[in-house]
């Protein structure tokens, strides 16, 4: 593959994007062409990982790989991806669970030819792994942009997902896990970071692969797309026991502690039982969750999330966790879950994310690390660091998206490698520093043990001489717009459930 496409993801996800436009000439729905296409790209990287220098055993039945189909054209192509996608849908482990239920919905054999050169004439194993995520984040972003719809806002920003990684600093031979995983973003970063990190012998290297990592996802689509992320990254026995499961991980208490959770439960504060139904199609009611194991009973999901992380992890595990700002200062429930939180666990650093930065608009949201600790009377967390890093900063999708290195100042400050020695940029001196510690004595005294928390001074509008670019206030605006937007159609579609 040429360099550029390597220097360029945005290259990748447009041409991908091209893709698109013949089967949406075919009449196919938006999510009827990414599952058709993704179906494709992973025909044809499964065939690049079989052959030099990887030799992968991808599972795969002779007569039914990207070379027995990619030379053939009209009714012939046709019938042998169809042929292709029912033999698939019938094997065991994780490749069975990707083409479960797998058709063609490509109707006209010419386009399905058009598609399968398309993607032929790319080396897809040749990207790096952060270039294949980019790729169906990049669809799920361009087509929230042509239809407003906000898709992909379950999807983490990669720069975040890998600094919470390298915060955590995950272990070889330490189960990895994410109760609503997405596309698997987390796994791959933590996969890149233990091989990286490690040297590792061959137990440690067979537990990476088939019992490091276990998640749970809700949404059909983007289960399989875990599953296929995973399985192109060699995680999982392709033969054995899958590592995700689909459905809704609040329903029950976890079968299994672990020593880790990476994780971003999706927006929305209302918890939900959700079911997918003979099409697909993911349906839902309104639900309370009243388990044992949590502390209290709420319907806000996150709320809810952070309960079931704490019975999911193990009495020396540790999580990081992205959640809204009601769950740092919502009543009731919400007080009731943070004075359990700072009791039972070492609530040690909460990162303020900046806004700009989700698919969905005008989400403040926060990453909150925390250790749980064996059961005792004593207060375990004894003080809470918080990096402010949302105070005049900001970031667009299109134009100013955030990077990498825009997190390397919190990691230095975390100090993962020993987070006990830390020093404050707070002072008297520099009151404008992001990085500041708070008592738990301090904090508890606070109505509402409200950890929504700020001190840095906010320039807003009124400092002329640090105006944001016109881009930026555009896109702020809209932001705000759709945001209002939402906002009025989930109360218009509570008043017509009322209504009824």
């Not at 893709?19 to 296409?37: K, V």
């Not at 932001?479 to 989930?490: D, G, H, I, K």
């Amino acid at each position: 593959m040429p360099a550029s496409d390597k220097e360029h993801p945005t290259t990748i996800v447009n041409k991908v994007w091209a893709m698109c436009n013949p089967l949406r000439d075919d009449g196919l729905s938006y999510g009827d062409y990414l599952e058709q296409l993704t179906y494709l790209i992973f025909l044809k990287m499964s065939d690049e990982y079989s052959r030099p220098p990887y030799n992968r055993d991808t599972g795969i039945p002779a007569g039914y790989t990207w070379a027995d189909m990619n030379t053939l054209q009209g009714k012939e192509l046709e019938h042998q991806y169809e042929n292709t996608l029912e033999k698939l849908g019938t094997c065991t482990g994780i490749l069975g669970m990707i083409f479960k239920k797998a058709a063609n919905k490509i109707s006209k054999a010419a386009i399905l030819y058009r598609v399968v050169q398309m993607i032929d004439r790319e080396t897809w194993s040749a990207m790096a792994s952060d270039v294949k995520g980019e790729i169906y984040e990049g669809l799920l972003q361009k087509n929230a942009d042509d239809t407003k719809s906000g898709a992909g806002q379950y999807f983490t920003p990669r720069p975040l997902i890998k600094a919470m990684v390298a915060a955590m600093r995950p272990e070889p031979l330490k189960t990895v896990a994410d109760p609503c995983c997405g596309s698997g973003g987390f796994f791959l970063a933590a996969q890149e970071f233990i091989a990286n990190t490690y040297t590792l012998n061959a137990t440690q290297k067979k537990f990476l692969k088939d019992k490091q990592f276990r998640g749970n996802e809700l949404v059909a689509t983007t289960f399989k797309m875990a599953l296929m992320n995973l399985y192109l990254h060699n995680i999982g026995d392709i033969y054995g026991e899958i590592p995700l499961q689909q459905g809704d991980s609040l329903l029950k208490e976890p079968d299994t502690k672990v020593d880790y959770v990476l994780t971003n439960p999706p927006f929305g504060k209302k918890s939900t039982i959700s079911c997918t139904n003979e099409e697909g199609e993911t349906e839902e009611d309104g639900l309370v969750y009243n388990r044992s194991d949590f502390w209290t009973t709420t319907n806000n999901k996150q709320l809810n999330f952070v309960q079931h992380i704490n019975s999911m992890l193990k009495n020396t595990g540790k999580a990081a966790v992205v959640l809204p700002d009601n769950v740092l200062f919502e009543g009731d429930a919400g007080e009731i879950i943070r004075k359990k939180l700072l009791q039972t666990c070492d609530l040690h650093t909460i990162l303020r994310l900046p806004t700009g930065i989700f698919y969905k608009p005008g989400v403040k949201a926060n990453v909150l690390f925390y250790d749980k600790k064996p059961a005792s009377s004593e207060m375990q967390t004894k003080e809470v660091w918080i990096y402010d890093f949302r105070t005049n900063v900001h970031f667009t999708l299109k134009n100013h998206p955030m990077k990498d290195e825009d997190l390397a100042d919190f990691l230095q400050c975390y100090n993962p490698t020993n987070r006990h020695e830390r020093t404050e940029t707070y002072s008297a001196e520099n009151p404008n520093g992001r990085w500041r510690k708070f008592t738990v004595e301090e904090i508890l005294q606070r109505d509402k043990t409200d950890l929504n928390i700020t001190w840095v001074k906010d320039q807003g509008l009124a400092d002329l001489d640090n105006l944001p670019e016109p881009e930026e206030l555009a896109d702020d605006i809209m932001e705000n717009l759709q945001n209002a937007l939402q906002s009025f159609a989930e109360l218009q579609a509570d008043l017509q459930k009322m209504d009824k």
